[in-house]
């Protein structure tokens, strides 16, 4: 195991403080915060203008219209009221109020300590929040005049996450990536799953309410004739999801016997010339370990025996934990004995998920890092050495290409080709 290892979009220096999201006293004191900042999104994009790759962050004044009235959560019946104190109405907010808000937590200044939180469950003043509260706003269904009536937002562009992100701080991109995912959950859940009846946020957004739920509600019986299933008990549906993905990398004895090979694939859909270690959903009932090894031979027919995790990052695409591990491939008689074949062994015939897999020398791999187009994402040389050309090449002559650091399967390669991974 790789000790200590921070991925990229992971670790944000955030406190969460998750045990305030119910008190609608204290995220209506942050949401107004003077030091409050937003990060704006439209249709899971964000939104970019001024030095590249940063992120605009807004301020509560410049959207304040767009936010709605007062509370801001705990809101009631009709807009503008407060709702009286009950289990769905914590913190609760309502779409035809105003953009969709997700609390991300607070920056905190040096050396503030935790309050308790009976303290700050009915905070009043902002001098109780020490730090920087940051938020998520969802401007997918606000009309394009409105945002570019804003100061904030009129001059920024809507970007494609993907490379939009590549070029963030580390702090930046950590924020983004539970910024990206929540508002994704919160706009893919406007129904109860339990009874298709209307949804609506609570904790901050955190949480999904049924409305039938809510005290005044005229519908107390959505579902076969009775409640709401979800008014009772702890639902998995109410709370927002992440998906386990593990993504691996194997190994074989390279034809020399003096290092290794590693295995790499490619789908139809990824740009040409891009390779990178194959991955896959965790499902039910499985370990990580398990995962590793039926993935594998699913995709490219070769038998893993030893797995080893290395470290994990959030994937905010919409909502993923990719669990990084490497494997031992073991090879059957046939290609144990055909090493020099980069082929041997592998099967796309089995889920065809695959265009191509193929392994690659630790040399190859090396060469693909030193080129500076040899990763997705332009980046600067590697720091062992000058840069070079790769000659690295698939069978249609397109320089191979794999990710950057900045996604895991970036860090398992390089991790590798530079020989930090003894003893697999």
Not at 105 to 125: F, M, T, Y
Not at 238 to 249: E, K, S
Not at 294 to 307: K, P
């Amino acid at each position: 195991m790789a000790d200590n290892i921070v991925n990229f979009h992971s670790s944000p220096p955030i406190n969460r403080l998750s045990y305030l999201r119910s008190s609608a006293a204290f995220l209506n004191t942050a949401v107004t915060h003077p030091r409050a900042v937003f990060l704006p999104f439209h249709g899971g994009r964000p939104l970019l203008h001024g030095q590249p790759g940063k992120p605009a962050y807004v301020s509560f004044d410049n959207i304040s219209k767009l936010v709605g009235p007062a509370p801001y959560f705990g809101q009631g019946e009709k807009a503008g009221e407060t709702a009286e104190e009950h289990k769905w109405t914590e913190a609760c907010r309502f779409k035809e109020n105003g953009v969709p808000l997700v609390f991300l937590g607070v920056l905190e200044d040096d050396g503030v300590e935790l309050l308790p939180s009976e303290e700050v469950k009915n905070i009043r003043s902002y001098d109780q929040i020490q730090g920087v509260p940051y938020w998520a706003v969802d401007m997918t269904d606000v009309p394009d005049e409105w945002i570019h009536a804003v100061d904030d937002l009129k001059d920024g562009r809507w970007s494609e996450p993907r490379s939009a992100t590549a070029t963030y701080s580390h702090f930046d991109a950590s924020v983004f990536a539970v910024a990206r995912s929540m508002i994704d959950w919160s706009a893919r859940n406007g129904f109860c799953p339990a009874c298709g009846s209307e949804g609506y946020s609570l904790w901050g957004g955190w949480k999904l309410g049924c409305v039938t739920n809510l005290p005044w509600s005229k519908n107390k019986t959505p579902y076969k004739g009775g409640p709401c299933p979800s008014g009772k008990g702890l639902h998995n549906f109410a709370h927002p999801r992440t998906d386990g993905v593990i993504i691996c990398a194997v190994v074989r004895q390279s034809p020399t016997g003096e290092g290794e090979d590693v295995l790499l694939g490619r789908q139809r859909s990824w740009p040409k010339g891009m390779y990178s270690t194959l991955a896959g959903f965790l499902e039910p009932g499985e370990t990580i370990e398990d995962a590793v090894r039926r993935e594998i031979l699913e995709e490219s027919g070769i038998v893993v025996g030893y797995v080893r995790y290395h470290s994990s990052q959030p994937w905010p695409y919409p909502a993923n934990l990719m669990f990084g591990c490497y494997a031992r491939a073991e090879l059957p008689a046939s290609a144990a004995s055909d090493l020099n074949n980069p082929r041997a062994g592998i099967r796309l015939d089995l889920d065809t998920e695959l265009e191509d897999a193929r392994w690659f020398t630790r040399a190859e791999i090396r060469s693909i890092l030193g080129d500076p187009d040899g990763t997705i994402i332009r980046q600067a040389p590697p720091k062992d050495g000058p840069a070079t050309e790769s000659t690295v090449k698939t069978a249609e002559g397109m320089k191979v290409r794999v990710p950057p650091r900045t996604a895991i399967a970036g860090v398992l390669i390089s991790e590798w080709a530079a020989g930090r991974m003894a003893n697999m």
